[in-house]
């Protein structure tokens, strides 16, 4: 019986869980020559069924560059598919971000046919150079709050686990 509360208790916990942040990285190689790759973090707001409207990016570029948020009029989506795999949807599935030092903009984004690219634009819209990603990869941080709630509710089923009586029944 305690376990069945306590494993209840955990699976309610659970459904308090929302993504509004998830981890990046990517890595590719640019066409005429070059390597590119970034990391850093997306901060999102839920559009509900399974998608998400980034609100923010930081991180940074082949460890020198600092990413410093969303470029201007920037509508990017995240869009959680089946299977929980990730792919970017909307505007050719770009999600853009300025960079500290770089007058234009950067994106990553899924080109049909040709698989998630990485595309430089210059402060025109001009693109300046294009990278094919080898590797894309977005996962879900949980919240703080989220880790607070899976503590606690340990820290519950500990403390029942201790409190109610076991009853072991001994059969002849």
Do not use: C
Request: net charge positive; hydrophobic share 40%; no cysteine.
């Amino acid at each position: 019986m305690r376990y069945q509360l306590g494993l209840s208790l955990l699976l309610l916990g659970a459904s308090a869980l929302h993504a509004d942040q998830f981890n990046f990285s990517y890595s590719g190689t640019i066409l005429g020559g070059g390597k590119v790759s970034a990391a850093g973090t997306l901060t999102a707001k839920n559009m509900g069924g399974g998608v998400y409207q980034v609100t923010n990016i930081s991180g940074t570029r082949n460890n020198t560059q600092t990413i410093t948020g969303l470029a201007p009029g920037d509508l990017s989506y995240l869009y959680t598919g089946a299977g929980g795999l990730f792919g970017l949807t909307t505007k050719g599935g770009m999600v853009e971000f300025g960079l500290k030092g770089v007058s234009g903009y950067d994106s990553f984004e899924y080109l049909s046919g040709v698989g998630y690219a990485e595309t430089m634009f210059n402060s025109h819209g001009v693109p300046t150079s294009t990278a094919t990603l080898k590797s894309l990869k977005i996962t879900a941080m949980p919240e703080p709050s989220t880790l607070l709630i899976f503590l606690t509710l340990g820290v519950l089923v500990w403390a029942l686990g201790r409190k109610l009586p076991i009853r072991l029944v001994r059969k002849p």
